[in-house]
């Protein structure tokens, strides 16, 4: 059967995470209920570049599905899409070779975080970006974001839950954009651990705040324990921005 590779987008506000869960609302639910309709009741499973937590966005996740339906690629969005809920968009679709796996295949993703800094919070960006009532210091993230690009083992910027075993991963992007009140953490790298660019988002935030020196990034990496780096910063700054192969 065809494999069609589609690139999603998607408001995480009001999803219970990417993965199918008991009683719970979630993306990859809706979008095999979707795939269900188009296939006249047939059950058909869609596979992720990899989950996402409750209230996180994706403006470039990547799906695949098999399908036994001769859809041209150039229809397969307009076709999910009429039959999907407003806060999730197929954006693209083409059709790929069998070996292709959404996440086996993956070679990188890049993630970026949105915080806003004012005194008061603004209830229009509640769901969408992380609120600081402090002013952060830019220079002093972007120097201390510098010591966590390379290949290291990332134990102290991942949950204390994960049963992963092996925690080194590589990092090969990591700025700190600003842009008047707002700031954009963009990182990029081969993989990433369960909640790390959270972790990396508090953790920056605590030295733009002056309280982590951002000298002391490499003995956090180095001490491979989660209570020496920030708190895990909130899911709804948090975009799944591009999936690469």
């Known amino acids: 059967m065809p494999r069609v590779k589609c690139t999603i987008a998607y408001d995480g506000a009001r999803f219970s995470g990417y993965q199918i869960q008991p009683n719970s609302r979630t993306v990859q639910e809706e979008l095999e209920k979707a795939l269900s309709v188009i296939h006249k009741g ?141 700031m954009e953490l963009q990182v990029a790298g081969s993989g990433f651990l369960y909640n790390m660019v959270r972790i990396i988002a508090g953790t920056l935030m605590e030295v733009g705040r002056g309280r982590i020196a951002p000298d002391r990034m490499p003995d956090i990496l180095a001490g491979r324990d989660r209570s020496l780096a920030g708190k895990t910063a909130p899911a709804e700054g948090l975009y799944l921005w591009e999936v690469f192969y």
């Not at 599905?65 to 407003?86: K, Q, V, Y």
């Not at 083409?94 to 086996?104: D, K, L, N, Y």
Request: proline residues 4%; aromatic residues 10%; glycine residues 4%.
């Open 42 to 182: 047939l059950d058909v499973k869609v596979t992720a570049s990899g989950r996402t937590d409750a209230g996180v966005h994706a403006k470039g996740q990547v799906i695949h599905f098999d399908t036994p339906l001769a859809i041209p690629a150039l229809r397969w969005p307009s076709a999910l899409n009429s039959r999907l809920p407003e806060d999730i968009a197929v954006k693209q679709a083409e059709i790929v070779a069998e070996s292709f796996h959404a996440r086996f295949s993956a070679v990188g993703k890049e993630y970026r975080y949105k915080i806003y800094q004012e005194a008061v919070r603004d209830p229009f960006h509640r769901f969408y970006a992380c609120h600081s009532p402090l002013e952060l210091d830019q220079a002093l993230m972007q120097k201390a974001a510098g010591s966590l690009i390379g290949t290291y083992d990332f134990t102290s910027f991942c949950s204390a839950k994960t049963e992963v075993e092996d925690k080194v991963r590589t990092i090969t992007k990591l700025e700190v954009i600003q842009h008047g009140k707002e």
